[in-house]
């Protein structure tokens, strides 16, 4: 496999983030924006914890020449620990491709009134597609969509203030309903927490693939960039629009508003994201049964098949609730793998200076 240069490696990073964590603009809306205007400064922080855990899952992937998940939490040989572990993160990766699948149906739905189910399941085929290809597939979707998304949601973000004014900016309203997250720094950190917890399955992989430790930093640092400029601008312009909120894809609904064209590419964008954060999980997911159950060595596909299948079925319980309730609960679960993540590298860091 050709090696991956620090832009090739920033914008795949990059990318993997997009379709769970920013893209539709619920997820952004509901961790951040929701809190008025120290969301701001708290997405901010969100990043600067996501560029330490970053750096230290795609190191040890380098270091350890293995993107097995569990792993990357316990190095040690202790059978129990890794299938807990191993049961704890294929159920979120589970979980969170059936929101991609979810979020495709009302994407579909919101801009065409065509039935859900329907966008579902084009979603899940052409997604299958891109997984069959794998981690070079997934790079292919994500180096056409992180630079379209800097480009759009700052266009769409200058439309929305300019409508409202900079002011409406620092005034914006505390919204925040969810009980799971009760205040904005539990939620930054639980925001982190689940991206983290969904990306520890593809990026070792990411490490492995980096044509040297510079080529690592650079690439991590620039996808962080890359993230905080396009959440920012979704932040301020879903700020000054809360009424964007109350459509699932609150992003898709203000750049329709913008202009239908505008509409028509964003819609484009957000089934990317959604695309390249489902190919991920989905290579991850069966890499893992794979290394596991050496039997189903050479029937991949088969079994990327099947899990597209079994999270189309469950998606159809609808985008927006399962985004307020997943995504908490599983972000809770992650601070255990950040505790886990962090003594591993400690430990491998040791050893490597031994």
């Not at 180096?143 to 900079?166: D, H, R, T, Y």
């Not at 750049?255 to 991920?280: D, F, H, K, Q, R």
């Not at 609730?321 to 793998?337: H, K, N, R």
């Amino acid at each position: 496999m050709k090696k991956f240069n620090s832009l090739k490696l920033g914008l795949t990073a990059g990318g993997i983030f997009l379709g769970a964590g920013y893209v539709s603009g619920q997820e952004l809306w509901k961790f951040f924006a929701a809190f008025g205007p120290v969301g701001i400064p708290g997405r901010v922080l969100s990043l600067a914890v996501q560029l330490i855990f970053t750096y230290i899952i795609l190191w040890l992937g380098r270091y350890l020449e293995n993107s097995s998940m569990d792993r990357m939490l316990i190095p040690d040989d202790k059978p129990l620990l890794h299938a807990i572990v191993s049961v704890i993160q294929m159920s979120f990766l589970f979980g969170v491709t059936v929101i991609m699948c979810a979020g495709a149906g009302a994407l579909v739905n919101q801009l065409l009134g065509i039935p859900a189910a329907i966008g579902g399941i084009l979603f899940c085929i052409i997604a299958c597609m891109f997984a069959f290809r794998g981690i070079e597939g997934l790079s292919r979707i994500c180096s056409v969509l992180v630079p379209c998304m800097v480009a759009v949601s700052m266009i769409i973000s200058v439309w929305a203030i300019s409508k409202q004014g900079i002011s409406a900016v620092f005034s914006m309203e505390y919204r925040n309903t969810s009980p799971l997250i009760p205040n904005w720094w539990i939620s930054l950190l639980t925001y982190v927490s689940y991206n983290m917890l969904a990306a520890i399955g593809v990026l070792p992989a990411l490490g492995i693939a980096a044509a040297d430790d510079k080529a690592l930093k650079r690439g991590n640092f620039l996808s962080v960039v890359m993230l905080l400029i396009i959440s920012l601008c979704i932040i301020c312009a879903l700020g000054v629009r809360p009424d964007a909120t109350y459509a699932e894809l609150p992003m898709l609904a203000l750049a329709t508003e913008l202009n239908p064209i505008i509409g028509w590419i964003y819609a484009a964008l957000l089934v990317t994201g959604m695309m390249g954060t489902t190919v991920s999980f989905w290579l991850s997911a069966s890499d893992f049964i794979i290394g596991k159950l050496p039997r189903f060595r050479n029937k991949n596909k088969l079994m990327i098949a099947v899990i597209a299948a079994v999270a189309f079925s469950v998606s159809l319980l609808g985008f927006g609730d399962l985004v307020s309730t997943v995504y908490p609960i599983f972000g809770y679960l992650g601070f255990v793998f950040m505790a886990l993540l962090v003594r591993t590298y400690l430990l491998t860091r040791k050893r490597s200076q031994n």
